[in-house]
């Protein structure tokens, strides 16, 4: 009882710092006709702005629903709601993440069941296979916003400098650094978490194997992962890419990197202020070993979910919200496709109508649709996996184990901890 005391008082306590009123109305109390809210999500600035106000457009529109928002950064977001799930204090509406449902939810009883909300909720605006993402054990946990996949994403203006084409192989990438290094220039660039994918996409076409069976076991061996290790290395040693660790988005404006791999709800916010200094930034083919079998090895996903709290006091409210947040003209015209083409069919028409289907996040979007991608298995993002991965590998490259050791004793350990 005592734990769980500690943990309640530690969610509210983040709830406190993190939650920002949208409106500069007092929060109404109990002998109010009000409907008092909390909505949460996480973003930068220009994000944190439009959601805003979206939220402020919502309270006029219905004025007997007052919004508290609590937003932040992704840095720290997981872990607080971590808490606030564990302790039953998370918002009544919620961006979540794709791999969030196996976590909270694995009997489909961790988020509201929102096809107890289509009074309200307009679920005609979504297709039944988009539906199916949001499904755990026929409860429909949560509402996809949009697809999103890793993709490449090159400063053609660099390219062009040294004559270079953009890249469609990983041989172009490494001719490209031969170029590039003397002057200090990485031909492309990512994140952690997009280069463990990327290293999936070159091991699953070398090996020519996928590294999970469709029932979710793993199907890697220790060989294969030293092959994407020793890969990683490569990129490395010969300056295609910067180490995870001392990768900064910086380089990007500074155009240290000509180049990264990230999400295609990422395009802006990663390349916008290139764009607007008059670089061109275009979206490369998936890579690929030999210009063939284009997608393979790459990976689509929800970009992001909303849900409704299993705890919420207002189901009707709540899903009023959510129907706003993904069907009206409103947040659809605020939003545009900053996370990617909504896949609501109304919100759809209202950006057709609007003109925003342009720019790097719907080239970005073209470019996944127009190949078969694989469905991203939410083990694929545990972000404990990925630290152990590379904890592996700087094992290996800073020769702390050899090769085989280091490979067969990663795999020894997720065996363990992750595919049991």
């Known amino acids: 009882m005592k734990l769980y005391q500690r943990i309640t008082a530690a969610a509210a306590a983040l709830v406190m710092l993190s939650a920002t009123a949208c409106t500069t109305s007092p929060v109404s109390n109990k002998s109010s006709n009000t ?36 937003y932040s950064e992704w840095s720290g977001f997981e872990t607080r709601n971590k808490v606030q799930m564990i302790s039953d204090t998370e918002a009544d509406v919620m961006q979540i993440n794709f791999g969030w449902l196996d976590t909270y939810s694995k009997d489909g009883l961790g988020y509201y069941d929102i096809n107890e909300l289509t009074d309200t909720f307009q679920i005609d605006n979504f297709s039944q296979d988009v539906l199916e993402y949001g499904m755990k054990n026929d409860h429909l946990n949560a509402i996809p916003i949009a697809m999103n996949t890793e993709t490449v994403y090159i400063n053609k203006t660099i390219y062009d400098k040294y004559g270079l084409e953009v890249p469609k192989t990983w041989d172009d990438l490494f001719a490209a650094a031969k170029v590039m290094q003397p002057d200090g220039i990485y031909p492309l660039s990512a994140a952690q978490k997009s280069m463990w994918l990327y290293l999936i996409t070159y091991t699953e076409q070398k090996q020519n194997k996928t590294l999970l069976r469709q029932n979710g076991t793993l199907n890697f061996t220790a060989e294969d992962f030293q ?10 040693d010969e300056g295609v890419m910067p180490q995870v660790e001392q990768y900064e988005r910086l380089s990007l404006d500074n155009e240290v990197y000509a180049g990264s791999v990230a999400w295609v709800s990422d395009a ?37 979910m909303y849900a409704v709290s299993k705890n919420t006091e207002h189901p009707k409210e709540a899903a009023m919200l959510l129907d706003f947040l993904m069907n009206s003209p409103e947040m659809a015209s605020l939003q545009g496709i900053e996370k990617g083409i909504p896949l609501s069919t109304s919100a759809q028409a209202t950006i057709e109508e609007e003109g925003l289907l342009t720019g790097i996040q719907y080239d970005a979007s073209q470019k996944m649709e127009g190949v078969t991608l694989g469905q991203l298995d939410p083990i694929l993002e545990n972000s404990k996996l990925i630290d152990d991965f590379f904890a592996a590998a700087n094992d290996i490259i800073y020769e702390v184990t050899t090769p085989e050791e280091g490979c067969a004793a990663f795999y020894e350990k997720i065996t363990a901890d992750y595919f049991n």
């Open 227 to 236: 092959v994407m290790i020793e890969f990683y290395q490569r990129l490395i």
């Open 35 to 70: 409907v008092d809210l909390v909505f949460s999500w996480w973003g930068n600035d220009a994000r944190n702005q439009y959601t805003i106000e979206a939220i402020e457009q919502f309270e006029e529109l219905h004025p007997e629903i007052k919004v508290e928002c609590s």
């Open 268 to 304: 802006k916010s990663y390349f916008g202020d290139a764009i607007e200094n008059g670089r061109e930034i275009v979206c490369a083919d998936y890579t690929t070993i030999d210009g063939k079998d284009v997608g393979k090895g790459w990976y689509a996903k929800p970009a992001t």
